[in-house]
């Protein structure tokens, strides 16, 4: 009967080995990534991100504690009246799958110049961090009178007459902002990339729709 | 008789040999947490302020969705274990608000057998009207949850106790990095390190209070 019984529990030590061992822990689904290669070297991949579908909002209205929200933007005010925004999207890839997450900070960075930056997480693949200064003042706020503080892209006053915008402008050569590193496949990565905003529909009550796409040309680091 | 000695053996194999993996030896050899060199700043944040994702709990690390998990996660194929969360994060010193978000993933390297179980960090953090900070590491969630776990086994429920844990980034990861910065964090090089803390009010809730100590030099 002893024997029995250290037979049965060396079973049961080997058991719960094995399950440990054959758990099938969750694993990221995973698109095959769309590259280019660029005829100079590097290679170039471009996201995506439809407004207002992609928005992703985290916080839950006050609950936030000092972190407030306009529009689809948590802000975050300082007492000197600087303030800070951030959004956060889904990410996808030229085929338009959703690949991953993306998020977007913008304040004015010492001085009047205003920045943001960008950090894309694809689970399957890893982050990819990026910082540009912009060209034009796209922190959330309140363009025309009487409408409610809003993120620049969600505003119809915000557009004018233009149906695409340039927000990329700098700190890189030609106006690109910076690839400033990455981790998992991104790793060891540097290059340049652009932020562009297309409008592609103004709505009868003034709200807006379109796409916000990043193109990354990236290349091995030196 | 045979069958019930039997079932008694396997049960408390099957206990031994789960203990065996949460005492697992690999555990405590890659559980050093990063080492911080230069000036500190110690960022505060607590968990409560609304996510998007999955659980950051032990089953949403396993895999396992509860029904507000449900209602928090994903329903895209290739988010299904991934999580945002924004924070206002207080400095320690003089208390200034710092506004982050933190997007993470499930470790693509998890493994129990090798006592490897948690997450991939990026982090952005905006000083308003200052510049901003992007961070990159990974957490292994490994030693809240064996003391979790162990506290379950003795009927108290999953209470990993109220110490703090300073979390080791995932083996293989690579130490947390500070990427970039802007403004007075522009060309600074440096590392981070997340402390967790339990929160008696929220068992399983593997965010708790946390201090995200930045280390620049």
């Given at each position: 009967?002893?024997?029995?019984?250290?037979?049965?529990?060396?079973?049961?030590?080997?058991?719960?080995?094995?399950v440990?061992?054959?758990?099938?822990?969750?694993?990221?689904?995973?698109?095959?990534?769309?590259?280019?290669?660029?005829?100079?070297?590097?290679?170039?991949?471009?996201?995506?991100?439809?407004?207002?579908?992609?928005?992703?909002?985290?916080?839950?209205?006050?609950?936030?504690g000092?972190?407030?929200?306009?529009?689809a933007?948590?802000?975050?005010?300082?007492?000197?009246?600087?303030?800070?925004?951030?959004?956060?999207?889904?990410?996808?890839?030229?085929?338009?799958?959703?690949?991953?997450?993306?998020?977007?900070?913008?304040?004015?960075?010492?001085?009047?110049?205003?920045?943001?930056?960008?950090v894309?997480?694809?689970?399957?693949?890893?982050?990819?961090?990026?910082?540009?200064?912009?060209?034009?003042?796209?922190?959330?706020?309140?363009?025309?009178?009487?409408?409610?503080?809003?993120?620049?892209?969600d505003?119809?006053?915000?557009?004018?007459?233009?149906?695409?915008?340039?927000?990329?402008?700098?700190?890189?050569?030609?106006?690109?902002?910076?690839?400033?590193?990455?981790?998992?496949?991104?790793?060891?990565?540097?290059?340049?990339?652009?932020?562009?905003?297309?409008?592609?529909?103004?709505?009868?009550?003034?709200?807006?729709?379109?796409?916000?796409?990043?193109?990354?040309?990236?290349?091995?680091?030196? | 008789?045979?069958?019930?000695?039997?079932?008694?053996?396997?049960?408390?194999?099957?206990?031994?040999?789960?203990?065996l993996?949460?005492?697992?030896?690999?555990?405590?050899?890659?559980?050093?947490?990063?080492?911080?060199?230069?000036?500190?700043?110690?960022?505060?944040?607590?968990?409560?302020?609304?996510?998007?994702?999955?659980?950051?709990?032990?089953?949403?690390?396993?895999?396992?969705?509860?029904?507000?998990?449900?209602?928090?996660?994903?329903?895209?194929?290739?988010?299904?274990?991934?999580?945002?969360?924004?924070?206002?994060?207080?400095?320690?010193?003089?208390?200034?608000?710092?506004?982050?978000?933190?997007?993470?993933?499930?470790?693509?390297?998890?493994?129990?057998?090798?006592?490897?179980?948690?997450?991939?960090?990026?982090?952005?953090?905006?000083?308003?009207?200052?510049?901003?900070?992007?961070?990159a590491?990974?957490?292994?969630?490994?030693?809240?949850?064996?003391?979790?776990?162990?506290s379950?086994?003795?009927?108290?429920?999953?209470?990993?106790?109220?110490?703090?844990?300073?979390?080791?980034?995932?083996?293989?990861?690579?130490?947390?990095?500070?990427?970039?910065?802007?403004?007075?964090?522009?060309?600074?090089?440096?590392?981070?390190?997340?402390?967790?803390t339990?929160?008696?009010?929220?068992?399983?809730?593997?965010?708790?209070?946390?201090?995200?100590?930045?280390?620049?030099?």
């Open positions: 009967m002893a024997r029995l019984f250290y037979a049965c529990v060396l079973v049961g030590v080997v058991l719960a080995v094995l440990a061992a054959v758990y099938p822990l969750p694993q990221h689904t995973r698109y095959r990534s769309l590259i280019n290669v660029i005829p100079d070297g590097g290679r170039e991949e471009v996201f995506s991100m439809r407004w207002p579908g992609d928005r992703v909002q985290p916080l839950q209205s006050g609950r936030g000092p972190v407030g929200l306009m529009g933007a948590a802000v975050l005010s300082a007492a000197d009246g600087a303030s800070a925004s951030i959004e956060v999207f889904r990410l996808r890839d030229a085929a338009d799958n959703v690949v991953g997450l993306a998020s977007r900070s913008t304040t004015s960075r010492g001085g009047r110049a205003q920045g943001s930056d960008w894309l997480l694809v689970p399957s693949r890893g982050s990819l961090f990026l910082s540009q200064l912009n060209s034009r003042d796209v922190a959330p706020a309140s363009r025309a009178a009487g409408t409610a503080p809003a993120t620049a892209a505003a119809a006053a915000f557009w004018g007459n233009a149906r695409q915008l340039r927000i990329t402008a700098g700190p890189a050569a030609g106006g690109a902002g910076s690839v400033t590193g990455g981790t998992g496949e991104f790793a060891g990565l540097t290059g340049g990339y652009d932020e562009t905003w297309d409008l592609e529909r103004v709505a009868a009550d003034g709200t807006t729709s379109g796409r916000i796409t990043l193109t990354t040309r990236i290349r091995t680091a030196p | 008789m045979r069958a019930i000695v039997a079932a008694l053996g396997l049960l408390i194999g099957v206990l031994l040999g789960v203990a993996l949460l005492l697992n030896p690999l555990s405590f050899s890659q559980g050093t947490p990063a080492g911080l060199s230069g000036a500190v700043r110690v960022l505060g944040w607590e968990s409560g302020g609304g996510f998007r994702g999955f659980e950051l709990t032990p089953g949403g690390l396993l895999g396992w969705e509860s029904a507000a998990g449900r209602a928090a996660a994903f329903g895209d194929p290739g988010l299904r274990h991934a999580r945002v969360e924004i924070a206002a994060l207080t400095e320690d010193a003089g208390g200034a608000q710092v506004l982050g978000v933190r997007l993470s993933a499930i470790g693509p390297q998890d493994a129990l057998l090798q006592a490897r179980l948690g997450v991939v960090t990026a982090w952005n953090l905006v000083w308003p009207g200052q510049g901003t900070v992007l961070l590491g990974s957490e292994n969630l490994w030693a809240p949850l064996r003391d979790g776990l162990w379950a086994v003795r009927g108290r429920g999953f209470a990993p106790g109220d110490k703090r844990y300073a979390l080791p980034p995932l083996p293989g990861s690579g130490a947390p990095l500070l990427v970039a910065g802007t403004g007075p964090f522009a060309g600074v090089r440096g590392g981070f390190r997340e402390d967790f339990p929160v008696a009010a929220r068992p399983g809730d593997l965010t708790g209070a946390r201090q995200l100590n930045l280390a620049t030099e």
